[in-house]
């Protein structure tokens, strides 16, 4: 999206907005398919990384599963459109009434995180459920470590002597129906090679399972490139990783929230002030870590366009600094710019996951509107 378009949207909406390129999320998805074009395949949307209704559903409209981690996604989905047999549960803390809701709802599959789970769902299932169990095959995706989800001391899976277990109990339960394995090491993986191990990991313990499978869903985490020039390749993927799929031959899950929709998404924002002080220059905008927590939280750089003439500007080395009462509310440190004006416009890249999904109202900061465009014109979405 053009400076042009940013700017516009900022004038008609006011700022901080959250701006989201529709034909761009579809165009994404459409590289996604292309990848596993030689499947049996299926694209569940990671709803965590943005519950945007009218993204839900464009999504829904053409044919995306749907990747829940709460009751509170699920019935958001459930709203725009998606139904029961497109919903896919997800998370380690699936409560007695959250089981009820997906068991009487009949979803696609529950996930099972643990072993403890198998044995709560066993007393709440009285009907035909279908579920999948979430292995953890230890291994580094090397990634931020606060992603990282698939290592052994991470909360999230079974071992698979657990998962061994589990399968073994489920086969003597006639209400619980396994359809399959799943599987996420973690996120923003620009590396093929874990995806390699995992998938060859999983197919050793299925051969040892001597498991016949319908479902084999592989999780997400396919890492962008923030600025840096990082991100999956996904010829590479779709020539190391595609062929070991196809030995399953089952259907093929993926699910994925920031690549889809990372790029599309944009926070356009006004600077307040610009405070020089002894040491350093501040610029202040309008929005922060309450409507972007990324930096504060990951230590993420996004990239940032400047939306003014930048021509015979002198240049400065500044902080961009947002409003809440925090030292950490930094989008980004040192950055070299062109001095910014009061009144003058910025963009921040990349932050249509994890973006508006994980603001909060700490400070009480109102939140930003969400605008999307179209492809021909800008409407604030609801």
Not at 75 to 80: C, E, M, S
Not at 358 to 378: H, R
Request: proline share 4%.
């Amino acid at each position: 999206m053009n400076k042009d378009f940013l700017i516009k949207a900022a004038e008609k909406f006011g700022t901080p907005i959250y701006l989201y390129d529709l034909p761009m999320i579809l165009e994404r998805i459409d590289s996604v398919k292309n990848v596993f074009e030689d499947l049996d395949f299926s694209l569940a949307f990671a709803m965590k990384a943005n519950f945007n209704r009218d993204i839900l559903r464009t999504f829904n409209n053409i044919g995306l599963m749907i990747d829940c981690v709460s009751l509170g996604e699920y019935l958001q989905a459930r709203k725009v459109g998606f139904s029961p047999n497109k919903a896919i549960i997800n998370g380690n803390c699936k409560k007695y009434k959250d089981l009820r809701q997906y068991i009487d709802d009949e979803v696609f599959s529950i996930n099972l995180d643990s072993f403890e789970e198998l044995l709560r769902l066993e007393k709440l299932t009285n009907k035909p459920t279908r579920v999948c169990i979430r292995v953890n095959p230890d291994i580094d995706p090397k990634t931020h470590p606060r992603i990282s989800t698939g290592l052994k001391e991470k909360q999230f899976g079974v071992d698979y002597d657990t998962a061994a277990a589990m399968i073994e109990k489920i086969a003597h339960n006639s209400k619980i129906k396994l359809i399959g394995l799943h599987c996420h090491i973690g996120s923003q993986i620009t590396n093929v090679e874990p995806y390699e191990e995992a998938i060859i990991s999983i197919r050793q313990f299925v051969d040892r399972m001597k498991l016949k499978l319908e479902v084999l869903n592989i999780g997400g985490g396919w890492g962008i490139d923030y600025g840096d020039g990082s991100f999956l390749d996904l010829q590479k993927y779709k020539q190391k990783v595609v062929p070991l799929l196809k030995d399953f031959n089952c259907r093929i899950i993926l699910e994925l929230g920031r690549f889809v929709v990372a790029p599309a998404g944009y926070l356009v924002t006004k600077v307040e002030y610009v405070k020089k002080t002894k040491y350093k220059t501040f610029v202040v905008v309008d929005t922060g870590m309450t409507h972007l927590i990324r930096p504060a939280m990951y230590d993420a750089k996004h990239r940032i366009i400047f939306l003014y003439d930048s021509s015979n500007r002198d240049r400065i080395t500044a902080d961009i600094v947002g409003p809440a009462c925090e030292s950490s509310d930094v989008i980004r440190n040192a950055i070299e710019m062109p001095i910014p004006v009061e009144g003058e416009l910025l963009a921040i890249c990349d932050v249509g996951a994890y973006g508006y999904s994980m603001a909060s109202d700490y400070n009480l900061i109102p939140k930003p509107i969400e605008v999307i465009w179209d492809g021909e014109e800008f409407f604030r979405s609801f």
